[in-house]
């Protein structure tokens, strides 16, 4: 029988199961019995597969041609060699792409969701493709329902299943049995994978995971969803079409030249090869796999998780990041440190979320029978609260808000365990907390009298009040009673304190439903609670930085002005201009537009205000990133460029909604993401530049040998030598250069201007001709006194060297190698030392003279060959120093940013 026909205790009956969990041994069991809770993911390309894609490029193709025609020219040993070097080159390939995948997947692992499960008789927190049949699972608004689930307790419960049905609105859930056969859209006592909890709270049972969920059913249509291609993947997919014609036309003008010179025509077809190979960087598409790889990698150690690969080349243009404070700003250590009840302040003391401690008036103890206001401010404080306080090996954490939290805290370190509480006062009714509305409400059963118990921002809670609790008895708030307890609060507030209220409201009827309208005027108003979170000193030192590197830092805040103001001031955001969620309501977006420059601390801000943050900067032409925790964050992440989601504090629709989670919500670590994606785009065009010089003046170097001396400086065979000993060999190392430290010292990226710009290519222009003409010259000298064999020999060689030599001015367009340090890019060494004893078994191993048309050289002939690779490696060197920018037209257009 289907389970939503089924009682719950039939489904425990037959999941062997209960309504407080499996143990850990029944949970492993049943994983064994189930598999994980997965859906078949696309299908994985094979190594084979990997391995066989390096022989699909034009290079391969043309090579391929070649050593067909040498079969029959020259014999098999010279096809052969080609062979075994593309044979070399496919594995290089294969090693490079095959480990970028696999890291690629690792950091897929690292950004699974998680749920909240009973296990063992307690609650625990454990990653969703853990979850078995027959798992108590526990819901809160904002969760991502991570299987297929039969509802035991549902408060309020509203389900987002457009993912399943394409039911545009929220459906209401319940936990009634259904007898008749249903519908699936109709079925309201289950929950399934893949939808999410906008509003209320739950638990479940779950009944089916993995491909047996509703969605498993029809997961065979996701898995041929195409991937598609970042911005930056198309941009290099359209470099290499654009040096494809390049290549097609130099050809065509090489063949001509060749006839007209009178060249034999094996040899002009095969000065046609080495014209493509030459011009192709058959490498690049490999380095931008690795490098992205390898740049998510280093992110992800950092803290900063990417889910969508665009946000990389995007993070780089970043000019405003518009950031939650608790938790990101601040440490989201939640500790009550300060009570105003009863008209009087108490201290508390202890740290973090040990709950020992007290409460203290002029340095004596308070217990809370003393004093009525504190004992029902602790009361309403655990009831109306939905975080536990764990413990494992004295070890104490939160599962839950922090804030909540600290109260559960605050509340044990006086003898008030919420676990008794909950059991003697269990849960009737509720409205869950959600940011726009600023409260949150239980009801319960006290003794006799049904009663709601309620937290929330002062400013909500004070408004909701008619009454207030004092010395035990209920009075008439009063205008004075009410400016004493909103003048408590902005003390606390100055002392940058988070400041929450706490009010009750008993109910005589017998039938209860909790709404705010019932209750508007009549709650009764128990006391104030100031609690610190310290704020993060990286934080502080991350905005210093972003100020440095042009990118202006935000606040958003759901705390109250002064709270804001204070934290944002402690940290560095000082401006001439705090708003306030009243403030943007009343505000036209014209309006917004002229002031949002100025704005630093945005107040009591609620979800859709981000949005129209969001979308005000966007107009007015910059990159925004925003963070955000909440289900109702959502549209504010998905209208940033950036996204960012929190990944202890966040929920897991937050996530699906974001291009990035932060795995510490650590400000810190948006910057440091920030400085990596600027990082990425400059290694990016480092290889770029360093690809495209060596190319092109290998190309120049083959034109000018036939045009003045009617010979080809160099064989194809020596120019795929010189790409696998240059290109393979040193550009993944070129593309993993540490960060050169002033990342962060310039302003952002104009996303306009893409991986070339003008100067770019006149720095290109520059050495490759310089690249042409030295080689050409070292050939044009030595056929002038040595025969042909060893005359290419020598220009083979100089063009190495001066690629190598190229390689370490290509770190940096600004900073010479001595700045940069010599030894910090340790892989290009190796890489380059890797390559000089390759390059000198092809010169002097004697097997290796004839298919490479190579010689031995004599000491003082490397001296010649030296010379073109450490003239523009001094070249280089001093025009860094001397004019570090002359090659930066274009590079750094401005944002043009409207006012």
């Known amino acids: 029988m289907e389970a939503y026909r089924q009682k719950p205790d039939e489904i425990f009956s037959e999941l062997n199961s209960r309504a407080d969990g499996l143990t850990s041994g029944e949970a492993k069991s049943a994983l064994q019995r189930f598999g994980p809770n997965q859906l078949e993911s696309r299908k994985k390309v094979s190594a084979l597969v990997v391995f066989f894609r390096q022989f699909l490029n034009p290079i391969v193709y043309i090579l391929v041609a070649a050593a067909s025609i040498k079969i029959f020219v020259k014999g098999p040993f010279d096809a052969m060699v080609i062979v075994g070097v593309l044979l070399f080159m496919a594995i290089v390939g294969f090693i490079q792409e095959y480990r970028a995948g696999k890291a690629m997947d690792a950091l897929m692992q690292m950004a699974s969701p998680k749920a909240k499960v009973k296990r063992n008789k307690s609650i625990e927190v454990i990653n969703s493709s853990e979850i078995v049949p027959g798992d108590v699972i526990i819901l809160e608004a904002g969760d991502k329902i991570p299987a297929d689930a039969r509802l035991l307790e549902a408060a309020n419960l509203k389900i987002n299943e457009a993912s399943l049905t394409g039911e545009s609105l929220p459906v209401d859930k319940n936990t009634q049995v259904i007898e008749q056969e249903t519908p699936l859209a109709e079925i309201k006592n289950m929950i399934y994978t893949g939808t999410a909890a906008v509003y209320g709270r739950a638990t479940a049972v779950v009944t089916a995971t993995g491909m047996r969920t509703e969605i498993g ?16 993947q198309k941009s290099i997919d359209k470099l290499g079409k654009s040096l494809l014609w390049i290549i097609l036309f130099a050809g065509i003008l ?4 060749g006839f007209w010179k009178k060249i034999d025509p094996v040899d002009v077809f095969m000065m046609a090869v080495a014209a493509a190979v030459a011009a192709i960087p058959e490498g690049l ?7 992205l790889a390898a740049g998510m990698q280093r992110m992800a150690r950092q803290n900063a998780i990417i889910r969508k690969l665009s946000a990389v080349e995007t993070l780089g243009s970043t000019t405003v990041i518009c950031t939650d404070k608790t938790g990101t700003l601040t440490l989201n250590q939640m500790t009550v440190k300060r009570i105003f009840a009863d008209g009087e302040y108490f201290d508390v003391t202890g740290q973090g979320y040990q709950p020992k401690g007290e409460i203290q008036q002029n340095g004596q103890t308070v217990s809370p029978e003393r004093s009525p206001g504190i004992r029902k401010l602790l009361e309403t404080a655990v009831l109306c609260n939905d975080s536990h306080l764990s413990s494992k090996n004295d070890s104490y954490e939160i599962i839950g808000d922090p804030t909540e939290g600290a109260l559960v805290v605050a509340a044990a370190k006086m003898g008030m365990k919420k676990e008794d509480f909950e059991n003697k006062y269990p849960r009737l009714d509720e409205i869950p907390f959600q940011s726009e509305k600023q409260f949150m409400a239980t009801l319960h059963q006290i003794e006799n009298v049904k009663v709601a118990c309620v937290k929330g921002s002062v400013e909500k809670i004070i408004a909701m009040s008619g009454f207030y609790l004092k010395s035990g008895k209920v009075e008439p708030l009063a205008e004075s009673s009410r400016k004493d307890f909103l003048e408590a609060a902005d003390a606390m507030a100055r002392d940058a304190m988070r400041v929450l209220a706490a009010a009750y409201m008993d109910f005589l009827q017998e039938s209860v439903k909790l709404d705010e309208q019932g209750m508007n005027g009549k709650l009764v108003f128990v006391a104030l609670c100031g609690m610190i979170d310290p704020p993060r000193e990286e934080a502080r ?9 042009g990118i202006k830092v935000v606040m958003a805040t759901g705390d109250n002005p002064i709270t804001g103001q204070a934290i944002g001031k402690d940290l560095g955001l000082e401006g001439s201009l705090n708003l306030t969620g009243k403030d943007l309501s009343q505000m036209s977006d014209e309006d917004l537009e002229k002031k949002i420059n100025d704005a630093v601390v945005f107040a009591r801000i609620e979800p859709l205000h981000k949005l129209r943050i969001v979308q005000a900067f966007k107009r007015l032409g910059h990159i925004v990133a925003m963070t955000g925790d909440g289900v109702n964050d959502a549209p504010a992440l998905e209208a940033a460029d950036i996204g960012v989601a929190m990944g202890i504090t966040g929920t897991d629709v937050a996530k699906e909604a974001s291009d990035m989670v932060l795995a510490d919500d650590n400000f810190a670590s948006i910057v440091t993401a920030v400085e990596e994606g600027r990082a990425i785009f400059n290694r990016l065009r480092n290889v770029i530049f360093f690809l495209m010089t060596t190319c092109f003046g290998e190309l ?9 001396v009617g010979e080809a400086p160099l064989v194809p065979l020596q120019i795929l030598w010189i790409n696998l000993v240059t290109g393979a060999l040193v550009s993944i190392p070129l593309g993993v250069e540490p960060h050169a430290g002033d990342e962060l010292s310039y302003p952002p990226r104009n996303p306009k201007v893409g991986l070339l710009f003008p100067g770019m290519l006149m720095r290109i222009s520059v050495l490759a001709g310089m690249l042409g003409i030295g080689a050409f010259l070292v ?8 025969e042909i064999h060893e005359a290419r020999t020598m220009t083979f060689c100089s063009i190495v060297i001066f690629e190598w030599l190229l390689t370490f001015n290509a770190r940096s367009d600004v900073q010479t190698i001595f700045k940069l340090g010599f030894f910090k890019n340790r892989w290009l060494l190796l890489a380059v030392l890797t390559g000089l004893v390759l390059q000198l078994a092809v010169i002097y191993l004697p097997f290796m003279h004839q298919p490479m048309d190579t010689v031995s050289l004599r000491t003082f002939e490397w001296a010649i060959v030296l010379m073109p690779g450490l003239f523009i490696f001094v070249f280089e060197t001093f025009r860094k120093v001397i004019s570090p920018e002359l090659f930066g037209l274009g590079k750094w257009q401005p944002f043009s940013w409207k006012r």
């Open 700 to 708: 120049l170097t083959l034109f000018l040998g036939v045009i003045f």
């Open 254 to 257: 090489l063949v001509i030249l």
């Open 285 to 291: 598409p490999a380095v931008v796999t690795v490098l």
């Open 541 to 549: 030192r991350a905005i210093a930085t972003c100020k440095k590197g």
């Open 217 to 232: 059913r029809i997961a065979s249509a996701l898995l041929n969803v195409k991937e598609e291609k970042t911005t930056l």
């Open 779 to 786: 050939f044009y000298w030595t056929l002038r006194h040595y």
